[in-house]
């Protein structure tokens, strides 16, 4: 079937713009998490949703981002005034049971701010 | 400390080999322990779950759990070339996060 899927893969954008990423889980999927990944590390928690529900925001750098799940399936996470910290991977998983186990990964997309 | 540690390596073994890959972690209440396989330019790929102590094998990887030690492995036997990638190690504990390494590289040279 249908993996996760995200949008763009690659986004540049220049210091300043505001810039929204998107992300398709896997149907049926409950849970979906938003991560960072600098170059040479491993993924960085941002949000987690539990269907439409936003019960963890912890990770999120500032209050420039945001991330929204709307209807429980697609999700966008909303970076503004975009700024060259902001450069990373990020990538989208989703989870199909509550407790959280197994995660799968989409293709990420990569933001340069320029 | 971080929560998560892992040898960056790069590791290197002969094709055929056993590649042994360690991660420490500190958080004595986590649960769930994940080892992910992430190739240059590619998203993470789940390869092993453990839940309990002891060993899980699955096919040519084995992950072991040691949680009085706060230490999870991964080994890869009969190492290929196609097993060249970087190895996240990934731990939850209680709360709605993952907590990743920073990655082990692992080369096998044919």
């Known amino acids: 079937g249908a993996g996760v899927s995200q949008s763009p893969r690659y986004k540049v954008a220049k210091r300043g713009q505001d810039v929204a990423l998107r992300c398709d889980p896997i149907s049926g999927h409950v849970s979906l998490f938003w991560y960072q990944q600098a170059l040479g590390q491993g993924p960085e928690f941002l949000t987690y949703?539990?269907?439409?529900?936003?019960?963890?925001k912890s990770g999120l750098p500032s209050d420039r981002f945001f991330a929204e799940r709307p209807e429980g399936s697609v999700s966008t996470l909303k970076i503004q005034r975009t700024q060259q910290e902001d450069s990373a991977v990020y990538l989208c998983a989703s989870s199909l049971s509550r407790d959280l186990r197994e995660q799968y990964f989409g293709p990420g997309t990569r933001l340069t701010v320029t | 400390q971080k929560e998560v540690e892992q040898n960056s390596g790069p590791l290197s073994v002969p094709e055929g080999a056993i590649a042994s890959l360690n991660c420490t972690y500190s958080?004595?209440?986590?649960?769930?322990f994940f080892w992910y396989r992430q190739y240059s330019g590619k998203s993470p790929e789940l390869i092993m779950s453990i839940y309990s102590n002891g060993d899980k094998e699955d096919g040519r990887f084995t992950a072991q759990l040691n949680k009085a030690s706060q230490y999870v492995s991964l080994l890869i036997r009969d190492s290929q070339p196609s097993d060249s990638a970087t190895y996240l190690c990934a731990v939850k504990s209680g709360g709605d996060d993952m907590r990743f390494g920073a990655g082990t590289r692992l080369t096998v040279k044919p």
């Open positions: 958080d004595r209440g986590s649960q769930s």
């Open positions: 949703f539990q269907n439409e529900a936003q019960l963890d």
